[in-house]
């Protein structure tokens, strides 16, 4: 009797404890790490190693999947509150540790109270049963002819899944999705294991790198995976309508080339696959969701466009895997190295293969630069996005306008020195994040004099300097509305002006079968 009253007693003193510290604590209000273009994005007091999302998905798109999200991360401050972003889902119940904890929203955070504070320097896992509704049109869960996929750049992660939904805070992933048989389930990275009970299945995938939260991609659907190896044996999966799998076999042989093409400008491809997920869907963009760039299906079937188009398209979302998936910004300011590079690299591609004039295009994006800048702030200082529209941060001035600054420094600095600051830069900061600074930085190291002056006038004037090398060149503010947001991730407007070698042997192939719903 004596034990039970003093555990009795330790219980009510506990419960008094957390009611006193629930009573003295401020109102749950939603934070941010301070990043201007979106300032409620992120959250500060603890860093993100690893998350793992388990989704069942019932076959309805219309219907919210039921979710779970585990998270191990560490404080790096005391925390008597634990902020995640997530929004347009429904929590059930939370844990820190093991032990529930209370919660709340506020705004576009859930905001946790665990029962005891969590030290500095601590170790933590964070559990959150949840659903995830992939109604609405703001990002996030895209509804397919088929089922879903993910868009989630910029800001549309945590309409998905709880998380530090900034790109700043890189950390591994482990899905687990639970859909019915006779669907596919993909997502980033290698697949581990695909268990199944009755008419449905389970999907174990698992990423071999860190990632940001805006680069995940989870896609359930009437889906092939068709597989085949690019350079160095690497294992290339493209996942595509099932009824379109022959149709769209003459772009995806393309991809091991494209691979191919890319190493040898910059060096080895910077994770453990690629592939091409092609979705029955408008987005009205593509996507360089890490390991899996996503695609519109129109890109491929809809006649009209040019083949070194889409070639080109093809080569912009794999640049992306070197420039902002393998090194991500650091603050969405940071994008113009992003954009600007897979745009390059596109250009290149385009000029190389096709006689595409890269000259030409620069030309012509410098007559439009201050057009750019004026209605979207220049590459690394843009206007923030429009309210409620994240996406109209993607911008012209975020695309050709960008490449225009890479062109300026290679007429600056010259071939050989911009061909090894290309290489260095992917290097240096493989999985990692970086930013304008450290580029400037390394660019002036390359070059063998400081290059601060040249990109403080390139990135951060509202006049576009002169071009090095082409004192003809002019700019002028063009009319039309120059803030619109460009068909993100492609060749600027589709516009059709019309080859890539085959390479390998496509099959449909999963767990010893073809019939095209294994991955």
């Given at each position: 009797?004596?034990?039970?009253?003093?555990?009795?007693?330790?219980?009510?003193?506990?419960?008094?404890?957390?009611?006193?510290?629930?009573?003295?604590?401020?109102?749950?209000?939603?934070?941010?790490?301070?990043?201007?273009?979106?300032?409620?994005?992120?959250?500060?007091?603890?860093?993100?190693?690893?998350?793992?999302?388990?989704?069942?998905?019932?076959?309805?798109?219309?219907?919210?999947?039921?979710?779970?999200?585990?998270?191990?991360?560490?404080?790096?401050?005391?925390?008597?509150?634990?902020?995640?972003?997530?929004?347009?889902?429904?929590?059930?119940?939370?844990?820190?540790?093991?032990?529930?904890?209370?919660?709340?929203?506020?705004?576009?955070?859930?905001?946790?109270?665990?029962?005891?504070?969590?030290?500095?320097?601590?170790?933590?896992?964070?559990?959150?049963?949840?659903?995830?509704?992939?109604?609405?049109?703001?990002?996030?869960?895209?509804?397919?002819?088929?089922?879903?996929?993910?868009?989630?750049?910029?800001?549309?992660?945590?309409?998905?899944?709880?998380?530090?939904?900034?790109?700043?805070?890189?950390?591994?992933?482990?899905?687990?999705?639970?859909?019915?048989?006779?669907?596919?389930?993909?997502?980033?990275?290698?697949?581990?294991?695909?268990?199944?009970?009755?008419?449905?299945?389970?999907?174990?995938?698992?990423?071999?790198?860190?990632?940001?939260?805006?680069?995940?991609?989870?896609?359930?659907?009437?889906?092939?995976?068709?597989?085949?190896?690019?350079?160095?044996?690497?294992?290339?999966?493209?996942?595509?309508?099932?009824?379109?799998?022959?149709?769209?076999?003459?772009w995806l042989k393309k991809t091991p080339d494209q691979i191919g093409w890319m190493e040898r400008q910059v060096g080895p491809?910077?994770?453990?696959?690629?592939?091409?997920?092609?979705?029955?869907?408008?987005?009205?963009?593509?996507?360089?969701?890490?390991?899996?760039?996503?695609?519109?299906?129109?890109?491929?079937?809809?006649?009209?466009?040019?083949?070194?188009?889409?070639?080109?398209?093809?080569?912009?979302?794999?640049?992306?895997?070197?420039?902002?998936?393998?090194?991500?910004?650091?603050?969405?300011?940071?994008?113009?190295?992003?954009?600007?590079?897979?745009?390059?690299?596109?250009?290149?591609?385009?000029?190389?293969?096709?006689?595409?004039?890269?000259?030409?295009?620069?030309?012509?994006?410098?007559?439009?630069?201050?057009?750019?800048?004026?209605?979207?702030?220049?590459?690394?200082?843009?206007?923030?996005?429009?309210?409620?529209?994240?996406?109209?941060?993607?911008?012209?001035?975020?695309?050709?306008?960008?490449?225009?600054?890479?062109?300026?420094?290679?007429?600056?600095?010259?071939?050989?020195?911009?061909?090894?600051?290309?290489?260095?830069?992917?290097?240096?900061?493989?999985?990692?994040?970086?930013?304008?600074?450290?580029?400037?930085?390394?660019?002036?190291?390359?070059?063998?004099?400081?290059?601060?002056?040249?990109?403080?006038?390139?990135?951060?004037?509202?006049?576009?300097?002169?071009?090095?090398?082409?004192?003809?060149?002019?700019?002028?503010?063009?009319?039309?509305?120059?803030?619109?947001?460009?068909?993100?991730?492609?060749?600027?407007?589709?516009?059709?002006?019309?080859?890539?070698?085959?390479?390998?042997?496509?099959?449909?192939?999963?767990?010893?079968?073809?019939?095209?719903?294994?991955?």
């Amino acid at each position: 009797m004596l034990l039970t009253n003093r555990r009795l007693r330790a219980a009510l003193l506990a419960a008094a404890s957390v009611s006193l510290v629930a009573a003295t604590l401020p109102a749950p209000e939603p934070l941010g790490i301070g990043d201007p273009l979106f300032p409620r994005l992120g959250n500060p007091g603890y860093d993100v190693a690893a998350y793992d999302l388990d989704f069942t998905y019932g076959g309805d798109n219309r219907k919210p999947l039921d979710a779970i999200t585990k998270i191990d991360a560490q404080a790096t401050q005391r925390l008597e509150r634990i902020n995640l972003d997530f929004t347009h889902g429904k929590v059930r119940s939370v844990q820190v540790n093991g032990a529930a904890a209370r919660f709340a929203t506020a705004g576009e955070d859930l905001v946790i109270t665990p029962a005891t504070p969590v030290e500095d320097g601590a170790r933590m896992r964070i559990t959150v049963s949840h659903t995830s509704d992939p109604a609405g049109n703001r990002g996030g869960w895209v509804r397919t002819g088929d089922g879903l996929a993910m868009t989630n750049q910029a800001d549309a992660a945590h309409r998905v899944f709880p998380g530090n939904d900034h790109p700043a805070d890189k950390a591994y992933f482990t899905f687990r999705i639970t859909a019915p048989e006779r669907l596919t389930a993909v997502a980033n990275g290698v697949l581990e294991g695909r268990a199944r009970a009755g008419a449905i299945a389970t999907w174990t995938y698992r990423t071999h790198h860190p990632m940001a939260t805006e680069l995940a991609q989870v896609s359930i659907g009437d889906s092939t995976v068709v597989r085949r190896q690019g350079p160095g044996g690497l294992p290339v999966r493209d996942v595509v309508p099932t009824k379109d799998r022959q149709k769209l076999e003459p772009w995806l042989k393309k991809t091991p080339d494209q691979i191919g093409w890319m190493e040898r400008q910059v060096g080895p491809y910077p994770f453990e696959n690629y592939g091409v997920l092609v979705v029955g869907a408008d987005t009205g963009f593509e996507l360089e969701t890490q390991t899996l760039s996503l695609f519109e299906r129109s890109l491929f079937t809809q006649p009209g466009y040019p083949e070194w188009y889409v070639d080109s398209v093809m080569v912009h979302e794999l640049a992306h895997q070197w420039f902002g998936d393998s090194v991500s910004p650091r603050r969405w300011s940071d994008l113009w190295l992003n954009e600007g590079h897979a745009t390059w690299y596109e250009m290149r591609y385009a000029q190389e293969h096709a006689g595409e004039s890269m000259e030409t295009r620069m030309r012509e994006a410098y007559r439009q630069s201050n057009g750019w800048r004026a209605a979207g702030g220049p590459p690394a200082s843009p206007k923030p996005p429009v309210e409620g529209q994240p996406i109209s941060l993607f911008r012209p001035v975020m695309y050709d306008g960008s490449a225009l600054v890479l062109y300026a420094l290679r007429q600056e600095i010259g071939e050989q020195a911009f061909a090894r600051l290309e290489r260095d830069w992917v290097r240096i900061h493989r999985d990692g994040t970086a930013t304008t600074a450290d580029f400037t930085e390394l660019a002036s190291s390359v070059a063998g004099r400081d290059l601060s002056a040249f990109f403080t006038a390139w990135l951060y004037r509202q006049k576009t300097p002169p071009m090095p090398g082409h004192p003809d060149w002019r700019s002028e503010a063009p009319a039309g509305n120059q803030n619109a947001p460009r068909n993100r991730h492609a060749a600027p407007d589709r516009t059709p002006h019309g080859t890539g070698a085959p390479h390998g042997t496509g099959t449909s192939d999963g767990t010893g079968t073809s019939d095209g719903n294994r991955a």
